[in-house]
């Protein structure tokens, strides 16, 4: 009836395959997304990623996490739209166009030719999407690629020239000239969230450096210097000002720099009283006087270095200024400003109507007035500087320091700050509306919001989103070429464009170089209008697609309007400054709210050994041959069931295949039993369907199957997908381990009684409810499981599981009362196993008495945990106290933090103490006061460690507050039981290995020595009974095999009757 659970040689992975096809042959997929429309629209929002990049294994994490909530929300009767989305355009695409044809640099892509560039930018976008959608299928990572949205697009395109015109119009949208993150390899400034994405820890020469004072001298004749610290030694020719922090307290100290026969030479230098200590340390010195910041304020000297040129410049130079976010962190309590190269410094340098001056081009190099140094990129110049400042007696110190420094996502150069015309957003007008939208999200986990995202916002600047690049979606502001006039246009469309445009073709295509041939006429003065150059932060792209995939407003509008906000979005960590950020910054710029409303964040994925994965390192995991070789169902397990989604995973095939191993092989294993028995009893579901269950195990699974049902509803609908997996773990462990266990023999039995049908009926009702639940997590396995077992008995049975809602809750089957006995039974079970195992005593080998801490519980059970534990009595309601040891011990780590050199006297009070006395107070939560040395200690459950074990010929083991006692001594009688269970164990495994059917009557052939002899034949009709034994023969036969009887060997042979 049922076909054979075989795997076969490919295993789980060969069956993945089979049932891959049977959902492309019968459109599973395409009938799973149109399930339930009409119904309430449950949203979720696919991150686009770039398919011009090969997947990685963290990109199985994010469409395993992204499946299982819109399969759930499916199954609850929601109807769920799951387009897939391309991320085409930026920086990714053209360094790998730029690799590809041998160029570097935007000078080479312009010799190139821009529209040859782009045409090979949008032929390479999908170079690798055959093998995303491959990855995809496989995982079954259920979304539609059939019509994706795609960034570069021109109906995508004209949706973010829309949300760029609702910007302008509400005058968030601005040209300003900033201090801008920039990388010199790319030629472009970077957002601040994608710089918050490329720190590394870098050691950079640091230099304490000496500016001397104009006018002033110390009583030795010689200059006075001030102290300035930077960690940017390349930045010192462009310097401007030196800022104090006027409250703080600074001193003038004398400093021996030579320490001569004849006498002392000193030099005098300003900095910060409380960092004197750090900055002059291993010096002689002797402090001159003391004054406030203030007082240095105003204060002249010279310049600094003098390659650069201020011929011209009205505004301060070489002043000192007061600055508030100077701090005494570190440094020398004073900084050297550089208003070309950094956001404070300009900032600072304008409230001061400070002259400017930038000596470093486009490029990253010095210019060729910065003469020992021109045309080498400023940060390769560090060592050079301060060797040069060294002769000029201008370097009081230098020293290698680590710090965190931003480098280019993309290309890794280290970025420098650069002044900059660009376009901005002003999102800091919007802070107070971001930060309150944030507060609305249910994270996962909850510390993203007021933590790492939550800083973010609260700290958010103007988003700088113009690029000077190629591939990318145009800014679409026309300025007039009148010097005179001011006039802009910031186009909102592409029937805007063409109405307003002197020469744009019918088929415009929205890309570079073709859209900056269009020309406008200025509506104020009648010359010719140009479009800014630049193209947008890629980022901005992606922070579109809520509306963009729709191609809001221009159609769909109440398709976009249903599906915004959405409920659900998923990514990794990193998104906090990526995609989660721009997708914010535009739901609430434009719709005046966050675009999600749950967000689980990913952490990452690391090699098997806690290692980032990296192409250096060769360590990291290949997709496709992970889910070639273990199969999607485990790896989906894994990371569900590992740990929480926000902690970095260990994956290796190794780690999956252990995962395996638990659960989908427990599932796999429960089910081809139920196939196995009922293929020979030839039993069919449909034809038992008013069945009454009236035994206690039954009743028992009933109950845990639908209290399982209602507590992973529970928890997915809350987002615990971890939790979910632990539940769905725990009740296949006990419907493998505890019920199948327990009622093997109802399934053996001849005939078809109500008690074996009860059996059957209850196995099947509570497999497939348990399949249901698991379906949006393995749904590979699950849906093998309901074609063999469901569809070929149910008549009505839905074509997939995956066409089926989720199971229906049924609160008269669940019994609290009985759950918790039985689960009280289970555990005293589980805690004597793991007795036996401590002792190394076989589960065959009877021992005589069980101790049970736990004071109730019925007869019934009493039974069930003797035969489970082979145990002759159990006695409940005993004292653990009477049959342990105690062994009680300072928790080192806690204690001696607090005791230290007092731990050994501790340790020996500790033993003077009556131990059983002593645990009784520890566990009832009383402190424990002790004198040591004059010294009060205190000791309770926080700072001991306390053991038990028991005592002779006794074995304990506990659980929070339940613990059991097994006598371990074994009588002579117990012995020869123990015998008998274990022959019976060898005959059964050598039926299994001898390839005997289940029903199959055997005749045995023993050779053994006489005593164990004897012991067979008073166990005789025993050990008959349990291996379908018609015979049991002394006898000595060519074809034995030698096998093993605890400290025993003999010969067996068995024969099919």
């Not at 795609?150 to 020239?161: A, F, L, M, P, Q």
């Not at 041959?625 to 989906?636: F, I, K, M, N, W």
């Not at 992973?712 to 987002?719: G, R, S, T, W």
């Amino acid at each position: 009836m049922y076909k054979d659970t075989n795997l076969g040689s490919e295993g789980f992975t060969g069956l993945e395959k089979k049932v891959l096809e049977t959902w492309k042959k019968n459109q599973i997929i395409e009938q799973n997304f149109k399930m339930n429309k009409g119904n309430n629209v449950f949203t979720f929002f696919d991150g686009p990623p770039t398919a011009n990049g090969m997947p990685h294994a963290g990109h199985i994490l994010t469409r395993v996490i992204k499946d299982i909530i819109p399969r759930y929300q499916v199954m609850k009767g929601n109807y769920v739209i799951r387009k897939a989305g391309w991320d085409t355009h930026g920086l990714p695409v053209e360094l790998e166009i730029e690799k590809k044809l041998g160029i570097s640099g935007k000078q080479e892509i312009e010799d190139y030719g821009v529209e040859k560039f782009i045409k090979e930018c949008k032929e390479s976008v999908f170079k690798y999407v055959n093998i995303w959608e491959e990855m995809s299928e496989k995982v079954g990572y259920w979304v539609d690629m059939e019509n994706p949205y795609i960034t570069y697009k021109n109906d995508y395109i004209e949706s973010v020239w829309w949300a760029l015109r609702q910007l302008h119009d509400k005058k968030l949208l601005y040209k300003g000239h900033k201090i801008m993150p920039y990388c010199s390899r790319c030629g472009t400034a970077l957002s601040s969230h994608e710089v918050g994405q490329g720190y590394k820890d870098v050691k950079d020469l640091t230099a304490v450096v000496k500016f001397k004072l104009e006018n002033e001298t110390a009583e030795n004749g010689k200059p006075k210097y001030i102290l300035a610290w930077t960690t940017t030694p390349w930045t010192l020719p462009a310097n401007v000002l030196l800022a104090v922090n006027k409250k703080y307290d600074y001193v003038e100290v004398k400093v021996v720099v030579s320490d001569s026969e004849e006498e002392k030479d000193y030099e005098n230098y300003i900095l910060a009283k409380d960092l004197v200590e750090t900055v002059l340390k291993g010096k002689e010195y002797e402090i001159v006087s003391e004054f406030k910041g203030e007082e240095l304020v105003s204060k002249k000297y010279e310049q600094f270095m003098p390659f650069v040129s201020f011929e011209g410049q009205d505004g301060i130079k070489f002043e000192v200024v007061h600055g508030d976010f100077v701090n005494l962190s570190d440094g020398t309590g004073i900084v050297h400003i550089a208003p070309a190269f950094g956001e404070d410094d300009s900032i600072l340098s304008k409230a001061n109507n400070a002259a400017f001056v930038n000596p470093v081009d486009k490029e990253g190099k010095f210019v060729d007035e910065v003469t020992p140094w021109k045309g080498r990129f400023v940060r390769d110049t560090n060592d050079d500087i301060c060797e040069y400042l060294k002769e000029e007696n201008k370097l009081f110190k230098a020293e290698k320091h680590l710090h965190s420094y931003p480098h280019c996502w993309r290309c890794d150069t280290p970025l420098l700050y650069y002044p900059k015309a660009s376009w901005f957003v002003a999102m800091s007008t919007l802070r107070d509306k971001l930060v309150e939208e944030n507060n609305k999200v249910n994270w996962r986990p909850e510390t993203i919001k007021t933590g790492r995202f939550g800083n973010f916002l609260e700290n958010v600047i103007d988003w700088g989103i113009s690029r000077d690049r190629y591939w990318g979606t145009p800014l679409n502001v026309w300025l007039c070429k009148n010097e005179g006039c001011d006039h802009m246009e910031c186009i909102g469309s592409i029937k805007e464009l063409k109405e307003k445009a002197i020469n744009c073709s019918e088929d415009i295509e929205l890309h570079k170089p073709y859209i900056d041939e269009v020309k406008l006429k200025c509506e104020k003065c009648g010359s010719e209008m140009e479009r800014e150059k630049e193209v947008l932060d890629c980022w901005f792209d992606s922070g579109s697609m809520p509306f963009a995939q729709w191609h809001y407003p221009f159609e769909n509008k109440e398709i976009f309007e249903q599906n915004f906000p959405a409920q659900f979005i998923s990514e990794a960590i990193d998104q906090t400054r990526g995609w989660f950020y721009t997708l914010t910054a535009l739901g609430v710029a434009i719709f005046g709210k966050i675009p999600f409303e749950n967000c689980t964040v990913l952490g990452h994925v690391l090699d098997g050994k806690g290692q980032k994965m990296s192409k250096s390192k060769k360590n990291g995991v290949d997709p496709l041959v992970l889910l070639d070789t273990v199969g999607a169902d485990a790896v989906r397990w894994y990371f569900y069931n590992g740990s929480q989604p926000w902690i970095s995973s260990r994956l290796s095939i190794e780690n999956v295949r252990e995962s395996q191993r638990g659960f989908l092989s427990t599932l796999w294993n429960t089910y081809s039993f139920y196939v196995l028995y009922a293929n020979i009893d030839k039993f069919n579901p449909s034809e038992h369907k008013n069945f009454k269950v009236t035994n206690v195990m039954d009743k028992w699974i009933l109950s845990k199957l639908n209290t399982l049902i209602k507590e992973v509803d529970e928890k997915l609908a809350d987002y615990d997908i971890n939790k979910s997996t632990v539940l769905i773990d725990e009740f296949t462990d006990e419907l493998s381990n505890w019920y199948i266990r327990r009622n093997r023999k109802r399934f053996w039995e001849a005939g078809m009684e109500d008690d074996k049908v009860s059996a059957y009926m209850t196995l099947y009702t509570v497999l497939k409810g348990l399949i249901q639940v698991a379906a949006p997590f393995v749904p590979f396995m699950t849906e093998e499981i309901y074609q063999n077992i469901v569809r070929t008995v149910e008549e009505d049975a839905k074509e997939s599981i995956h066409l089926n809602l989720w199971p229906e809750y049924n609160a008269e089957m669940v019994d609290k009362e009985l759950e918790k006995e039985m689960d009280l039974a289970y555990s005293i079970v589980k805690l004597g196993r793991n007795a036996r195992s401590a002792e190394n005593i076989k589960n065959r080998q009877p021992l005589s008495k069980m101790l049970v801490s736990a004071e109730n519980l019925p007869e019934y059970y009493e039974r069930i945990i003797k035969e489970e534990l082979n145990i002759k009595e159990v006695v409940l309601g005993a004292d653990m106290t009477e049959y342990v040891n105690f062994d009680i011990k300072p928790n080192l780590p806690v204690l001696g933090k607090v005791y230290g050199k007092l731990i050994p006297q501790i340790k020996q009070e500790l033993a003077k103490l009556n131990q059983v006395d002593l645990a009784n107070d520890i566990k009832s939560g009383k402190d424990i006061i002790l004198f040591i040395e004059e010294t009060e200690v205190v000791l309770n459950e926080s700072n001991l460690l306390v053991t038990m074990k028991g005592k002779e010929n006794t074995v304990f083991a506990g659980e929070n507050t339940l613990g059991i006692i097994l006598h371990t001594e074994i009588t002579e009688e117990l012995r020869e039981e123990g015998y008998v269970r274990e022959l019976i164990s060898k005959i059964q495994n050598t039926r299994k290995e001898s390839g005997f059917e289940v029903v199959d009557r055997i005749k045995v052939y023993v050779n053994s020595d006489e005593e164990l002899k004897q012991i067979i034949t008073k166990f005789e009709e025993q050990i008959k009974e349990s291996t379908l034994a018609n015979e049991i023969v002394f006898e000595e036969k060519e074809q034995m095999q030698e096998i093993k009887v605890n400290d025993k060997k003999i010969d067996l042979l068995l024969e099919k009757m």
